[in-house]
């Protein structure tokens, strides 16, 4: 069974950082890309980074220059740095990894659980 797992959420203010982890666990063939979506309450999930196993990196235009996204790939871990924090930033964020789990098997998509970043004063 393949697990998400992240770590790293809380309450910061404008202007502050914090960084969020996420360890992929269980059995798998290999990991593709990884990357980071969030979704602040009544509106929809979107994309705030991406990174390839090559280390591609892909930013959503509102946190470009703000965010940095990278991956530890002995860990199967992804991290995201978040900078100049902003009230609008605040939402519920999920870890994804696209990947295989047998050699044989297709890849396929598996989220994390979510952890909560709050932006405010």
């Known amino acids: 069974q393949v697990q998400l797992v992240e770590s790293g959420g809380g309450l910061v203010q404008p202007g502050g950082s914090l960084r969020l982890s996420c360890a992929a666990s269980?059995?798998?063939?290999?990991?593709?890309?990884m990357g980071w979506h969030r979704q602040a309450p009544g509106k929809e999930r979107e994309l705030v980074a991406t990174i390839t196993a090559g280390g591609t990196t892909n930013y959503a235009d509102s946190v470009k220059g703000r965010f940095t996204i990278s991956r530890d790939s002995a860990k199967n871990t992804v991290y995201l740095q978040m900078n100049s924090l902003k009230p609008e930033d605040t939402a519920t964020y999920y870890c994804?990894?696209?990947?295989?789990?047998?050699?044989?098997?297709?890849?396929?998509?598996?989220w994390g659980q979510g952890t909560q970043v709050t932006v405010s004063s």
């Open positions: 994804n990894a696209n990947l295989r789990r047998a050699v044989w098997d297709r890849a396929n998509d598996y």
């Open positions: 269980g059995r798998f063939f290999s990991v593709n890309a």
